[in-house]
């Protein structure tokens, strides 16, 4: 018996539990990767259930279905386009009328649907009660409560949907008010022979709200409908008083809003909750930030020590099979060049990056999932600004103290392409574990500690006043923060460990190719003899302009592969680890700063590439060398003339 | 609130001081450029009629904390000065 197909897209508003949902039907059966030409996160998955094989996809979590951001383009044109056998629409129980807001516009699309009314636990908890029958029957949905995390009323949900998917069903049409479906009405009319992929009432709808990107498509087809949409939006406009899409907008939470009180009774409860308690300390003016310092300086905490741990492990234990690998692959050219080219590469990736990449995802995912980094959002925000940026971008920041990679991922939360491009390129400026390494083994160790901090300092100040500059100087405008502040909740520990895998996934994908890759062509030019040519063509520029000793040429080569390397192939080729001896206090400071600012390490490149295109990284890329160079220059200046005075 | 209100256009809620609520008047808002970013306001719900509190107003002009429609919203207060409200005599 061959297995009957069905696709199932899940749709709903952001923090209503839908990736919880998703990771429950789909458990490892699922694939991360972007909407063809977006760099939109798609998750799809299959699950076999009842003799069907069914893939499910993972809509982005979304309030509305107008243009606003990709997101929300991206999940109108998939269900309208790509045409699922069912939606499952997610919506949270305790937040009803906002998330039918999103259901109507579902309903709009005529899209064959089904209703998980999830949290419902936590909407009795704050005394919330809905009729799930009245609801059902009002929308002509079936609405199955859930409890996602816990995994209630799945089976059934699923149920549902397949029976929906199979006889398809279209939901019930949405009434407007009498002026609205007039005004509809007319817009249909004249839509009549016009092809889009939308229904045509939907069409309606989305003109009577402005949306720019519909609105469009009609006037390219039919340039004669511009005077019937002015008409009919300004008499509208004149009979109310405010704007069209103001009222369309209006028009359907007014609906909503009957809805929920047809089928919803509160009786709150009459004492805070221990999540609400949490939210007042962490969002307080004074113990919020205090609170905020601690809870972000014990992650870092727990990366390092942590990663420290896990790669002094995997570095024993790869440099342990050196031997065994090295007699297999000979003492010759090709022995070394696999050797020191691909393998080493390998090892390289696996110790530096991966025991501070999983620490650092778990970490940041916990944080998330319960809901705490909204609140460092809020609180950001206005620091954030100075740089065009809003609260959010203060997430991918912190990242990037971890490693740039996930950093520049994570920018994917900005709204705008502008501002991830602003925020990807003040990430790739903040110090990683890399770095870190030779901020504390040079600076730290032969330098003291408060020199080490004085860096980061001096960091954080350039990072500033960089993001500062890139705002001033990218055309656009600045979007300011809109973001739910959801309820704290215990984080889902499946959730959150599923979401640090397939991070993982996509770290090694994107980073060890070119990890490798870069290795082995560095190796190849030493093992031709090259290094040497290189070192002299540098020399201008690292000898003369930034007064370092002649070898760093080749190290800050190295360092273009993973930072810390130019540490380690600084010490190599200075035959000692002990910096003292070789290096001026002075130039320990400027080679930090250099490698500091210098160059995105290739991973990050690849990163950028793979969400800015080849054109932005390159700019990125060339404009941080040459920054790192005048100020490295200009500082060593700077720091001989402060020498002589003392 | 004793601060100059006219009857029809109500006052930003950035005047709003914490644990007062208004009754949005409206979302400055057209056709134009900021058309997406008034739309998402409104789209979180915020339209005229709409009942909104506000619970905290973050320190050096950061983001307001509102709750409309059941949830809490933090807002930039660059947006939160295009919203207009009435402000509610008992919060």
Redesign the interface.
């Known amino acids: 018996m061959g297995e009957k197909k069905l696709v199932i897209a899940l749709a709903g508003n952001a923090n209503v539990g839908k990736s919880v949902l998703f990771n429950y039907l789909t458990g490892l059966h699922q694939h991360i990767g972007n909407w063809p030409g977006k760099t939109v996160e798609k998750a799809e998955g299959t699950l076999h259930f009842k003799g069907y094989t069914i893939d499910i996809v993972d809509l982005p979590g979304i309030y509305s279905l107008t243009t606003y951001s990709i997101e929300e383009s991206i999940s109108r044109r998939y269900i309208a386009v790509e045409k699922p056998d069912v939606v499952i629409n997610v919506v949270d129980a305790s937040i009803l009328e906002r998330n039918l807001f999103f259901t109507l516009q579902l309903m709009e699309l005529e899209t064959p649907m089904v209703i998980a009314l999830n949290q419902i636990d936590v909407a009795k908890k704050k005394g919330i009660e809905i009729n799930i029958d009245k609801l059902s029957e009002i929308l002509g949905i079936p609405v199955t409560p859930t409890i996602a995390v816990k995994g209630v009323g799945i089976f059934r949900l699923l149920e549902k949907a397949i029976e929906i998917a199979e006889k398809k069903v279209k939901p019930k049409k949405v009434e407007y008010g009498e002026d609205f479906e007039n005004a509809i009405k007319r817009f249909v009319e004249s839509l009549s022979n016009i092809d889009l992929p939308y229904p045509p009432r939907y069409v309606a709808i989305k003109l009577l709200e402005g949306d720019r990107e519909i609105e469009q498509e009609v006037v390219q087809k039919n340039p004669n409908i511009i005077p019937l949409i002015n008409s009919i939006r300004g008499e509208l406009e004149g009979k109310y008083g405010h704007s069209c899409p103001t009222l369309m907008t209006s028009e359907r939470y007014r609906v909503a809003g009957c809805i929920v009180k047809d089928v919803q009774k509160i009786i709150p409860p009459s004492k805070p909750t221990l999540a609400e308690k949490v939210h007042e300390i962490t969002t307080h003016k004074v113990f919020g930030y205090l609170l905020m310092s601690a809870v972000l300086s014990s992650m870092f905490l727990f990366v390092f020590v942590l990663g420290n741990f896990l790669a002094e492990l995997l570095n024993s234990i790869l440099y342990g099979l050196k031997p065994f690998l090295t007699s297999i692959l000979g003492a010759g050219f090709l022995g070394e060049l696999l050797w020191g080219g691909i393998i080493e590469g390998l090892i390289a990736g696996a110790t530096v990056a991966l025991p501070y990449v999983i620490p650092l995802y778990l970490a940041i995912y916990i944080l998330e999932d319960s809901g705490y980094m909204s609140r460092v959002a809020f609180l950001m925000d206005n620091a954030m600004h100075k740089m065009g940026l809003h609260g959010k971008a203060f997430i991918p920041l912190i990242l990037g103290y971890g490693c740039n990679v996930p950093a520049c991922l994570a920018c994917r939360i900005m709204e705008t392409q502008r501002e991830r491009l602003i925020a990807a390129f003040v990430a790739t400026l903040i110090p990683c574990a890399a770095r870190t390494v030779i901020i504390l083994g040079l600076v730290g160790r032969f330098l003291g500690v408060q020199w080490a901090f004085a860096l980061y300092v001096f960091n954080l100040i350039l990072v500033f006043l960089l993001g500062r500059f890139a705002f001033k100087v990218l055309p656009g405008e600045p979007t300011g923060l809109i973001m739910e502040i959801p309820d704290y909740r215990l984080p889902h520990l499946k959730t959150v460990l599923k979401q640090t895998w397939f991070r993982l996934i996509e770290f090694l994908q994107i980073a060890f190719p070119l990890i490798i890759a870069a290795t082995f062509t560095v190796k190849l030019v030493e093992e031709l003899g090259f290094l040497e040519v290189v070192n002299k063509l540098l020399s201008p520029v690292t000898v003369m302009w930034l007064g370092l000793p002649k070898g760093i040429g080749i190290s800050l080569i190295f360092g273009v592969l993973r930072k810390e390397l130019a540490l380690i192939m600084l010490a190599s080729l200075l035959g000692t680890g002990d910096f003292s001896q070789l290096l001026t206090p002075v130039q320990m400071v400027i080679f930090t700063i250099v490698t500091m600012f210098y160059i995105p390490c290739v991973a990050t490149i690849a990163t950028l590439v793979k969400e800015f295109g080849w054109r932005k990284a390159f700019i990125i890329t060339i404009s941080e060398i040459l920054f790192a160079i005048a100020i490295g220059g200009v500082l060593l200046r700077i720091l001989r003339i402060v020498a002589t005075l003392f | 609130m004793s601060l100059k209100e006219s009857e029809n256009t109500g006052v930003p809620l950035t005047a709003l001081k914490e644990g007062e609520s208004g009754i949005v008047v409206?979302?400055k808002?057209?056709?134009g450029?900021?058309?997406?970013?008034?739309?998402?306001?409104?789209?979180?719900?915020i339209?005229?009629?709409?009942k909104i509190k506000v619970v905290?107003s973050?320190?050096?002009?950061?983001?307001l904390?509102v709750i409309v429609?059941?949830?809490?919203?933090?807002?930039?207060?660059?947006?939160a000065e295009k919203i207009f409200v009435k402000v509610e005599c008992d919060g």
């Open positions: 409206s979302v808002s057209g056709y450029k900021a058309w997406g970013l008034k739309k998402r306001l409104m789209d979180m719900g339209t005229p009629g709409t905290k973050a320190p050096f002009r950061g983001p904390e429609r059941g949830y809490r919203l933090a807002i930039g207060r660059g947006m």
